[in-house]
């Protein structure tokens, strides 16, 4: 076998394997046990005792469904649905592109985020070295030579010996916060749900969270699997976000005997996906709705995402240009009051 692509270690593993083995040609079984090999331990046992039950002549379907395989529900309901459709290929290719164009936007999104993060971060730091190293060097000067100080100025001095004496806490303090955006910026999905939970910034990553939504329900609905059953698989799989946990809690309760669109706005769904799920009874029609609107989320949250990132940066310039001229301004204005009495 050439080629051999080295699996990270994720819940998208087991379908990449059958992905490949799939659009590769190769019997079933022996594909499974070939590209086995190249994935993480958790992943390489489940395929593995997946083609021992093909081999054994038990359908991909049925196989797929032994619990003891640990294959993600999501993948496994893609395969049942797959298989009735006679679909499996192009499922999972959608499936998996979905995915990747997910966790990109996710990083995405916190870089965004992050970006100001960093700013304000570095920009304190410098802020706090010269209050408490800076301005003390100037106050000393000015109680020498006995000057009159502003109200601006006695002000900055009062906050220079405030911050000299919470000097250690403070210094814990950005220790914390820089330990806190490393884990931020490299977090992956927790990242985004943190990003989520936020008043204004979040916009971009709740509408990403709706695209994710829509995207992995649309191949399940389309393959009739049951919408019980498909909003299980969809919870299961979705990334770490407010819709996740509503969807998780809506597949708990939900029995099929009531309006999709009904049970998701007592769970407090948003509002595009609550009038989205109004169309359930088209059939396959409502995978197509579902596709289109996955489309138009990504759009509208990398629009968000871009205006976020654009407005931010020079709001933040502006900001910290007027501090540090702030403190600049203070500190000489004594000395611009002395020569001009001086004069």
Not at 221 to 246: D, F, G, W, Y
Not at 275 to 298: M, V, Y
Request: proline letters at 5%.
């Amino acid at each position: 076998m050439t080629d051999i692509e080295f699996f990270p270690a994720d819940d998208d593993s087991q379908a990449r394997v059958l992905q490949r083995v799939i659009a590769s040609g190769l019997p079933l079984a022996t594909g499974l046990r070939a590209y086995a090999e190249e994935c993480p331990l958790e992943a390489k046992s489940g395929l593995l005792r997946l083609a021992s039950s093909v081999e054994a002549g038990l359908p991909i379907g049925e196989a797929a469904k032994d619990s003891s395989l640990h294959l993600p529900v999501y993948l496994r309901g893609l395969i049942d649905g797959g298989v009735r459709s006679g679909s499996l290929g192009p499922m999972l290719d959608e499936y998996l592109h979905q995915r990747r164009l997910q966790k990109r936007f996710g990083q995405k999104v916190a870089l965004d985020i992050a970006y100001p993060l960093l700013v304000i971060y570095f920009a304190s730091i410098l802020c706090f070295a010269l209050l408490i190293w800076l301005v003390p060097i100037f106050g000393s000067i000015f109680d020498g030579f006995g000057i009159e100080l502003p109200s601006l100025t006695a002000w900055l001095i009062n906050i220079s010996d405030l911050l000299i004496f919470l000097k250690y806490p403070m210094i814990v303090g950005f220790g914390l916060a820089g330990v806190s955006l490393l884990f931020f910026l490299f977090g992956g999905r927790w990242s985004k749900a943190i990003v989520d939970r936020l008043p204004f910034f979040g916009a971009s990553a709740r509408y990403a969270s709706m695209s994710e939504f829509c995207s992995l329900l649309a191949p399940l609905v389309e393959t009739s699997v049951p919408l019980p059953q498909a909003l299980r698989a969809v919870a299961s799989t979705m990334q770490p976000s407010r819709l996740k946990s509503h969807t998780r809690a809506l597949a708990a309760n939900y029995d099929g005997s009531f309006e999709l669109a009904d049970a998701a706005r007592v769970r407090k769904f948003p509002q595009e996906i609550v009038h989205l799920l109004k169309w359930e009874q088209r059939g396959s029609a409502f995978g197509e709705i579902l596709r289109s609107w996955a489309e138009l989320f990504a759009r509208m949250a990398a629009g968000r995402s871009s205006v976020i990132s654009a407005v931010l940066a020079p709001l933040l310039m502006v900001g910290i240009g007027l501090f540090v001229g702030l403190i600049v301004l203070s500190l000489f204005l004594p000395l611009v009051n002395s020569l001009n009495e001086l004069s």
